[in-house]
């Protein structure tokens, strides 16, 4: 387990790229998506994703803008960022069989407004990938917390909305 821990894979950094946005991944940022493994059709581009059962449209992107700033976007602010920020969540990065890793860097390139292939181009630290050996680990059930509490009172929101429209009309 400590050694799963370690990388995040390259697959990250290639999904993103794939995305039009940065890229990255779990223990480590793989490039494992344009690998063709034994048995393989070499179609699993083309194969649909089971979705990310992170919902990333709510976490707390300040990680990343706050540190990596352009117009240079200096490779070690910007990588440690990455790392910090994806690092906690590279079980689900790595897995090639959800859209975690596009669905991560759209948001990240919507909150950072990156140039394409930034991250993958800069965050390199050998060919398995980022290491997040290194990285402090953060408690990732309290941000899905947050998502749930803020799903639910936007919920109760349009719910409240609508009937407010409805005894007015």
């Excluded at 039009?20 to 991944?25: E, W």
Aim: proline share 5%; charged share 15%; aromatic share 10%.
């Amino acid at each position: 387990m400590a050694a799963d821990r370690r990388l995040l894979p390259l697959f990250l950094l290639s999904a993103a790229a794939l995305a039009g946005v940065a890229s990255a991944a779990g223990p480590f940022l793989s490039d494992g998506v344009f690998q063709v493994s034994a048995g393989s059709t070499g179609r699993s581009l083309l194969q649909a994703k089971k979705d990310c059962p992170v919902n990333f449209e709510f976490q707390n992107y300040t990680i990343i803008t706050s540190k990596c700033k352009g117009p240079k976007f200096p490779a070690s602010q910007c990588c440690a960022a990455l790392k910090e920020f994806a690092c906690p969540f590279y079980m689900y990065l790595n897995d090639e069989s959800n859209s975690c890793a596009s669905t991560m860097f759209s948001y990240i390139n919507l909150f950072g407004k990156y140039p394409p292939g930034l991250f993958s181009s800069e965050c390199k630290e050998g060919k398995l990938g980022l290491s997040c050996a290194d990285v402090p680990q953060r408690d990732i059930s309290t941000a899905d917390g947050r998502q749930h509490a803020q799903s639910s009172l936007l919920a109760w929101i349009t719910v409240l909305s609508v009937l407010v429209a409805l005894l007015f009309h």
